[in-house]
T-cell receptor
Framework: AQSVTQPDIHITVSEGASLELRCNYSYGATPYLFWYVQSPGQGLQLLLKYFSGDTLVQGIKGFEAEFKRSQSSFNLRKPSVHWSDAAEYFC??????????FGTGTRLKVLA | GAGVSQSPSNKVTEKGKDVELRCDPISGHTALYWYRQSLGQGLEFLIY????????KSGLPSDRFSAERTGGSVSTLTIQRTQQEDSAVYLC????????????FGQGTRLTVV
């Protein structure tokens, strides 16, 4: 069955530290991959997406993600976290023509 | 519109009452989704519209839930005889046609059933 796993429910990092949020998926073909961010009381905002081509994709707010087919992963990274990055992050997989499956999210806390 | 608009932003209702949640997608977007987000949970798929038809309504949790879309635009999610377990944030998203497109989300309706 298709699934998306975000193993870390909560992550705490210090401001200025690097960040990596993990995402693994289970799907028979190459999916479309997305990272969304949800700030408190807000809807989801797209950070970046992967459809094909270069496996390292750049997004907004200084985020990047790397698609690794061999590991079925699409981890999100940022070299230096800002306090405003505190939010919940969702990995999503697009399957076929319309269906999306979301992970359960990783809540990021940033220490000053 | 400039973005996906949902109304109301907050709704408190008594158990057993019916509620209607509205979604106004981005103009021209043919695909529309409803998701439910419960506290501490991920996004639970409810229903997908392509135009006015709903080829996938497999995520609707019970027959108390229904949704419609008119004019290929506005969608309404209706919950009848609300229960406390229906309390959640209901998110709507729309997407342009084509495979290489992402979904744009509204800010959600927070439903509280008391």
């Amino acid at each position: 069955a298709q699934s998306v796993t975000q193993p870390d429910i909560h992550i705490t990092v210090s401001e200025g530290a690097s960040l990596e949020l993990r995402c693994n998926y289970s799907y028979g073909a190459t999916p479309y991959l997305f990272w969304y961010v949800q700030s408190p009381g807000q809807g989801l905002q797209l950070l970046l997406k992967y459809f094909s081509g270069d496996t390292l994709v750049q997004g907004i707010k200084g985020f990047e993600a790397e698609f690794k087919r061999s590991q079925s992963s699409f981890n999100l990274r940022k070299p230096s976290v800002h306090w405003s990055d505190a939010a919940e992050y969702f990995c999503a997989v697009g399957l076929g023509t319309y269906k999306y499956i979301f992970g359960t999210g990783t809540r990021l806390k940033v220490l000053a | 519109g400039a973005g996906v608009s949902q109304s109301p932003s907050n709704k408190v209702t008594e158990k057993g009452k019916d509620v209607e949640l509205r979604c106004d997608p981005i103009s021209g977007h043919t695909a529309l989704y409803w998701y439910r987000q419960s506290l501490g949970q991920g996004l639970e798929f409810l229903i997908y519209f392509q135009g006015n038809s709903a080829p996938d309504k497999s995520g609707l949790p019970s027959d108390r839930f229904s949704a419609e879309r008119t004019g290929g635009s506005v969608s309404t999610l209706t919950i009848q005889r609300t229960q406390q377990e229906d309390s959640a944030v209901y998110l709507c998203a729309s997407r342009d046609r084509g495979l290489n497109t992402e979904a744009f989300f509204g800010q959600g309706t927070r439903l509280t059933v008391v």
